[in-house]
């Protein structure tokens, strides 16, 4: 048990120095980018004017110092204010956070249900016809740009059969639309992953010896497949997180979602420098968060794998 | 080691599919390379007495414009096929940058290890926290869009995946009798890279980027779907889609159509690289 517990220590570390660069390329690189007194003030506006809306925000500092007090500030949980309406970025990032969440989690429960028994399906009735069928879809699913299908349910859910609303966050209804459309890609993906591992695993002789000593199929996969399944299949979830997020930044946009890929957008487009740096930190924070989460949990099942990973620094 | 034997002889021949896939492929690169033989009229010119116009198989729509005409009367089918130019000029480029620079990252961190390994796989990490679509609509609307830093941007899709595979491909392939045999007969550490390692794992290298080309497309359609990829006058097809996305009730072609032919490329391409790991059958894991 120490050794899975050192191991879990070093990914640990290594999470938050990889979260800790992460932001800081971000921050040097956006304070480099440019004067946002420059980029968020009209062009007519007097040189004066702008020395002192530099001087309210400490951007005439130099950005190490700059650097150093934002850190020190986001660490008591202070991420500036919004250089747009003056609301506390953190406050702001707060608010659409959930809402990514709901989306997120929405999509990632449809697409297990769907995918997962899709993918089971498909192998146990491997390389008949409704195998090749399922899978054909699943690579439908997964080459559908998540901006084009969501266009396309617009367009029919919305416009032709106004069945449902297609922006906003007001009713549970609206979550509908934005849901799918985030899920289907997820979806052909987990069911591709569901069947591989099912084939995988069903191969193996103590699968061979449940089936020998009388159990049922449904028994056998229930009680000795799934199991053995389930740490692969959470480390695929872990590599789709990203994904996930990097698809609902499309997804928001297009339903109008205020949720944090549009506040990302939106945040860009007016150079709300302490609203993008929050948002950065929230979704890296997000991701680290979760692959560590998936180290800490194959850690436990399977201690020596770890170790052996986290001193040769990943696979 | 050449590279015919990389590529070892065939198991199984292409189904159907997988041909109408390759052809599908083929007449996008032809498409993107004689652009400007094939489009009708030059993806600017704008006919304001001709916008709207359906294409010519449906109902109002008429043999001048092919596919119709847009929001500006701008011919659809000259825009589509400059579209395609630009978009597979962009994801290809993307491609090659990410793959080449992740290969020799990860053959470096297999080769080298210590310090180098350990500078290598922090990046890598990082790059899996922070996805490629978040720096990219960061970096574009900070530093200004100009096609330089987009194409970079969108080579940032995927780097890792190369250095890691390459990476344990280097490791693994370094304990081999053969590799330790040439470097007792002195050979320079370079020679093993260039002539013994790189042509060893090629074939999984060129199916990851196979399978990898699908994800770059689709980051720069959505980056410029967004509004932060190709600007206009320029056009892409993610940007005609974004555009057509307001005339949605009216004119639903503009968005359709660009929309299709992002979809049919980025499967083609899934399909094609399917069957290229199947016959090649290295050791890219299977469930990406």
Known sequence: MPSTLLAIALRAIRAVVTLLLCVTIVFVALRAAGDPAEQMLPPETPPDVRAEYRAAWGLDRPIPAQYATWLTRVVEGDFGRSFSDDA?????????????????????????????????????????????????????????????????????????????????????????????????????????????????????????????????????????ALPNAAIPLLMFLGIEVGLALSGAVVTETIFAWPGLGRLLVKSVTLRDLPVVQAVILTVTAIIVASNLLVDVLHAFADPKVELARTLGGGR | MSVAEAFPARRGAASPVVIVCILWLVTMVVVAAGADLIAPTHYTTQDLTARFRPPAFLAGGDLR????????????????VYAVRTSILIAFFGTMIGAFFGTMIGVAAGRLRG???????????????????????????????????????????????????ARGLVVSEQATDYVRAVEQLGARSSRVVFRHLLPNILASLVVQATLNFPQTILLETSLSFLGLGVQPPGTSLGLMLGEGRLHLLNAWWIAVLPGLVIFFTTLAMSLFGDWLRDRLDPTVDPTR
């Open chain 1, 88 to 224: 506390p970025a953190f406050d702001v990032v707060v608010e659409a956070l959930p809402r990514t969440l709901l989306l997120g989690g929405t999509a990632l429960f449809l697409a297990l249900l769907a995918g997962l028994t899709a993918g089971v399906a498909a192998a146990l009735r491997h390389d008949t016809f409704a195998d090749r069928a399922l899978m054909g879809v699943a690579v439908l699913g997964y080459s559908m740009p998540v901006f084009f299908l969501g266009i396309l349910l617009i367009l029919l859910f919305v416009l032709h059969l106004r069945m449902l609303p297609s922006s906003g966050a007001s009713t549970p209804l609206h979550l509908i639309l934005p849901a799918v459309t985030l899920a289907l890609p997820l979806t052909g993906r987990v069911a591709r992953f569901a069947r591989t591992a099912t084939l995988e695993v069903m191969g193996r002789p103590f699968i061979r010896a449940a089936r020998a000593k009388g159990l049922g199929r449904i028994a056998v996969i229930v009680r000795h």
């Open chain 2, 65 to 80: 414009h092919l596919l119709g005409t847009d929001h500006l009367g701008r011919d659809m089918l000259s825009r589509l």
């Open chain 2, 115 to 165: 310090p180098v390994d350990l500078v290598a796989m922090t990046l890598t990490d990082m790059q899996t926290a922070l996805p490629a679509m978040f720096v990219a609509i960061t970096f574009l609307a900070f530093f200004g869009n100009d096609i330089v830093l987009f194409v970079v941007m969108v080579s940032l899709d995927g780097w890792e995946r190369y250095a890691r595979l």
